[in-house]
C-alpha cells in the first residue's frame, strides 16, 4: 500500500507554492513512516523552490525541518516504534559505504546523500518529497530521536539551522573559555548565539545594523560589534578562535579577518556560491589564519545536538503559521520579518490516506 499525502509544492521556480496530493512510497522494512507534525521553513526551502541553484525539478516539495509521530514501523526498524516522536533533518540516505559516511559524516557522501527534498532516491530513483506534507517515510537509519522536553515546534528548526551551527563548533571544538563570533542573526545566527553559548563559549555577535544588542544578548552574546565601526573593529583584533559566517549573501569577509587569534578559522555555513569580493591573503598568512566551509551535520552528531539542546534548554525562536500562510512567510522571510524561524503547524492539514500502489 501506497500513502497518499497532502502537501503544499513549487510546480515551477516561478509559480507560488499551492496544494499537491502525491504518493508516499510503499514502505521498505528498514522503514519508518512519519505523521508530520511541524516543519520549519528554512531560506534554502526559498532558493530552491526559486532555481537560485541551478538543479531543481518540479513538482518540488519543500521542507527539511521536520519532527513527527511515528505512524508505523517495518519489520527490521528496531529503534523507533508507533506513537514516538521523532524526527528528520536535510539527509534521507546516502550510500553508507565511503569513507565520510563510515566516519558519521553522511552529509559529505563521496556519492553525494540523498536530500529530503529534490533529491532522487538511491532505490527506485524516485524524486524525494519534504516535510511541507502531511507524511514522509524514511529509512530508519536517518531518523532521529527527539528527546523530552523539547518543545516540537520550537525543535524543528533544529535539524537545519541547529546542526548547521553545532557542526562546526563541534569541529573545531568549541567549549568552556573559547572566544567566538558570529556574523549575522538570522535563523542560523540565533542558533549559533544560542549553542555557542551553551557550550561554554564567550560570544560575540558581527552586525551591521545598529539596535540589535537587546536580542542579542537576550540570544546568548555577551558582546556585540558594529562591523561598519572602524574603532569597534580594531577592539576585538586577534580576539577570536572561530568566526561563524552565517550571511546567505555576497559579502566581504576581509575586515572580520584580523579579528581572529593565531591559527583562527572563519567558516561559511550560510553562503553556496563565490566569495566577493576575493580576501586578501595577508592576514591568513601573518597569522596562519584560514576560511572555511561546512555543511550541515551527519546524523549521529546531529542526535548528539538534540540531545545537548534537551539537556541545555536550546530550542529556535519560532513563529508558528498554517501551511496556508506560506507564501507570506517567504515573503516576510526574505525582508528578514521574522524572529528567528518559521514553523509550519501540519495539523492545517487533512489526515493522509492509504491508497492502492500505481
Known sequence: MTM?????AAQSSSTPLAPFEFNRRTPRPDDVVLEILYCGVCHSDLHQARDDWGFSQYPLVPGHEIIGRVASVGSDVTRFKPGDIAAVGCMVDSCRECH??????????????VQTYNGVDRHDGQPTYGGYSQA????EAFVLRVPQGLALESAAPLLCAGITTWSPLRHWNVG?????AVIGLGGLGHMALKLARALGA??????R?????????RLGAHNVVLSTDPAQMEQVKGAFELIIDTVPYEHDINPYMPTLQLDGTLVFVGLLGNINPVPNTVPMIMGRRSVAGSAIGGIAETQEMLDFCAQHGVTADVEVIGIQEINEAWERMQKSDVKYRFVIDMASL???QLVSAG
Not at 100 to 113: A, D, I, K, N
Not at 136 to 139: A, E, G
Not at 176 to 180: D, L, R
Open 4 to 8: 497518499k499525502v497532502h502537501g503544499y
Open 100 to 113: 565520510p559516511c563510515r566516519e558519521g559524516l553522511e552529509q559529505y557522501c563521496e556519492e553525494g546523500c
Open 136 to 139: 514522509i517515510v524514511t529509512s
Open 176 to 180: 568552556e573559555g573559547s572566544k567566538v
Open 202 to 207: 564567550e560570544v560575540t555577535l558581527f552586525t
Open 209 to 217: 545594523s545598529p539596535g540589535k544588542e537587546e536580542d542579542a544578548r
Open 350 to 352: 487533512q489526515s493522509p
